[in-house]
């Protein structure tokens, strides 16, 4: 039973950083598609980031130069630096996998097992 847990989240100023990480288990996940994704309340989830098993990244155009996304194959987790935070960042934050790569990396239909997410607040 593939599991992916969320951890990092909380409440910061304006300004500041966090590291969100994704633990995945119950499968070995280095050729598999990893993205993160969030919503905010009353809006639809919407796409973050996005890794290939390579190491190539893709990001929204919102969070470009200011969040980061990484992997570390043998400890089957994925990370998302987050730095100069908004408080228009606030959500929660998701992470995806994505099994078969089909190309539309910021789609949601893509990804095939979720996490339950992680909340990120920031205040002003």
């Known amino acids: 039973q593939v599991q992916l847990v969320e951890s990092g989240g909380g409440l910061v100023q304006a300004g500041a950083s966090l590291r969100l990480a994704c633990a995945v288990s119950?499968?070995?996940?280095?050729?598999?598609?990893m993205g993160w994704f969030r919503q905010a309340p009353g809006k639809e989830r919407q796409f973050v980031a996005a890794?290939?098993?390579?190491?190539?990244?893709y990001y929204a155009e919102f969070v470009k130069g200011r969040f980061t996304i990484s992997r570390d194959n043998a400890k089957n987790t994925v990370y998302l630096e987050m730095n100069s935070l908004k408080p228009e960042d606030t959500a929660v934050y998701s992470c995806a996998l994505d099994l078969s790569d089909k190309g539309r990396l910021s789609t949601v239909k893509e990804y095939n097992y979720w996490g339950q997410g992680t909340q990120v607040t920031v205040s002003s």
């Open positions: 890794i290939r098993y390579t190491g190539n990244t």
């Open positions: 119950g499968r070995t996940f280095s050729r598999d598609v």
